[in-house]
């Protein structure tokens, strides 16, 4: 069968993509010497059988992983809608295919859940899998947990999926399922490696690009029916988010082997660093692929012949397949050990206990976060691309919201990035510094640069009604249920103010410190939630509700009273949050963890409500403007109702309450 008749059969792209990812992550498993079990004599031993399920299990979480996202992405954002916004025949197919390899996915991760209790064990899988082991693994154990997380969450996925009749089901499964792959990446090499969070944060970035990528290409690909037209433009729409895509996982890459690899030697005297070029090569040939795309395949589309795409998607799809056999045949393989034990703070810290605290080590000793890093600049860029069209058009936007804006990025960077990031988990009250630049500095440089509104006036409507792009999402996002939800006055105070009281008179904040994964979590809660509340309080952006100046100033008053409340029962408390914590930390340097913990207290306390006045004095200087411009628009309606003759209306209903009460008035004398 030659290239052209399996392209008019897309369903064996995919099938073809799965004997390649599985015949490559065979032969490195076999060559890397993951799937010989390395066992020392008289010890139990789990079997080949357990040494080629395993990998087979985390290969068809990979695969499953990258179709359902691909499908989802493609329902989502590359699919043509009917009249109404309804699915298309076309989206309706990737949907219900999304929820089909979901299931797949769920399974291979029960599969893997089984098969890694079996392989720490190291006994065969009759004397170990048993219905309260396997649950008591999944429940209780990282590894487990992480595993039994992602069939959970690509359970939930397929539900979606299964019953969903609008594009709306594929944007609610799409992050879900996104979050489906996160949790076993915090379990692999990375996070076992020293510098763990360099190397979780560029591995996750690394997996997400990567699954962004090959599954939009294969949704692509294997459903590539209908108009060329459509087609055209959906490649058109998804060939940005690839390159963004392919910049991502050449920086994250890099990043990742940085930390793995103990020389540059490594890469040619390992099995893990060979392993590594061969990957390397597969996504450089990748990246070759596609700029074959950008060069021939668009434009043969834009011409209406759709056969040059698919032989180069296809080509693409199945070096994306020896990719993830490698990425397969990588997780099994010893990475490089470097020499000499790690200490216990490295093993908690993922870096050594830094010297004691001055001005010159924070302001250098930075602990970049790639994760936090690469959306910044991502946010950044976009925001300066906006301002950029708008002059363009010849179009005015104030040099103060850039510079707010881009203020608002850099404090994001320098809380998590800086010095502050590596003395964070050492002292609580670096901590409290960071939590009040994320939760209150940041968001409120980030409102006041008005960010919609910039986006509404910069993005271009669609001129096809079948096909809503960023403009119409965000517009759409604006009016959603959940929108309205979160900008309620009182959820937003609640999750702004309530949600700190949880975080640290519970086990969430040592949680946070202890585990990566929780602390990335935690930078996003404070920046999600600092944005939701002061943008329903001083937010210059349209809002999905109207709140009125008087409650605003009320919601202010009452999270400034709540967190100095919080700063005062931190300074006066005598239990210490964390203790496990600071106790197996044994800093050597500074106060005590009791006595940091009260000068936490005394930031929140008083610093914290630095922000706060400014916000106020910024809710004022609004109020006053809305009043000015009410009294106008009363002046202006006033003189048009004068000039035409006619009586204004709220003028009327004034002058009638004016004279019902003068008559009140004769009448009760009389």
Known sequence: MNLTAVLRRPVLVPVGGVLVAAGVGAALLWWGGGAVPQTAPGLPDPGAATAWLLPTARLGMQVGAVTTVGLLLAAALLSPQEEGGSLSALGYRRLRAAAISAALWSIAAAVAVCYTLVDLFGLPAAQVLAVRAVLNFATTVPLGQALALSGVLSLAVMIIAARSLRPRGAVVALPLALAAVIPPVFTGHAASAN???????????????????????????????????????AVRRFSPLALACL????????????????????????????????????????????????????????AGRRLPFLRVAAVETLLFAAAVGTAVALSRTPAPVGGGEEDPVTSLLGFPMPPPMTIATLATAWLPEPLIIAAVAVAAGLYVAGVWRLRRRGDAWPIARTATWLAGCAVIVVATSSGLARYGPVLFSIHMAQHLLLMMVAPILLVLAGPVTLGLRALPPSTDPRWPGPREWLNSALHSRISRTVTHPVVALTLYVVSLYVLYFTGLYELAVRSHAAHLAMVGHFLVVGYLFFWVVIGIDPAPRRVPHPLKLVLVLISMVLHAFLG?????????????????????????????????????????????????????????????????????????????????????????????????????RG
């Open 247 to 302: 910049v991502a996982v050449g920086a994250s890459g890099l990043l990742s082997a940085s930390v793995r690899l103990t020389a540059l030697t490594d890469l040619v005297d390992t099995r893990y660093g060979q392993l590594l070029l061969i990957k390397t090569a597969a996504l450089a040939a990748i990246a070759v692929a596609g700029l074959v795309h950008r060069r021939r395949a668009i434009p043969a589309l834009n």
């Open 568 to 668: 005062v029962a931190l300074m006066q408390s005598t239990t210490l949050l964390a203790a496990d914590w600071w106790t197996a930390l044994a800093r050597p340097w500074g106060p005590t963890a009791l006595a940091d913990q009260r000068t936490a207290g005394g930031i929140a306390w008083s610093f914290g409500e630095l922000p706060t006045l400014i916000v106020m004095g910024a809710l004022m200087r609004q109020w006053v403007r809305a009043d000015e411009r009410e009294a106008r628009r009363r002046d202006r309606a006033a003189d048009r109702a004068e000039a035409e003759g006619n009586e204004d209306s709220e003028l009327a209903a004034y002058n009638r309450m004016l004279a019902d009460l003068a008559e009140r008035d004769r009448q009760v």
């Open 195 to 233: 510098n763990h969070q360099l190397a979780v944060s560029g591995l996750l970035l690394h997996v997400l690009s990567v699954t962004v990528w090959a599954g939009g290409l294969l949704a692509l690909a294997v459903t590539a029916r209908g108009a060329t037209a459509d087609l055209a433009v």
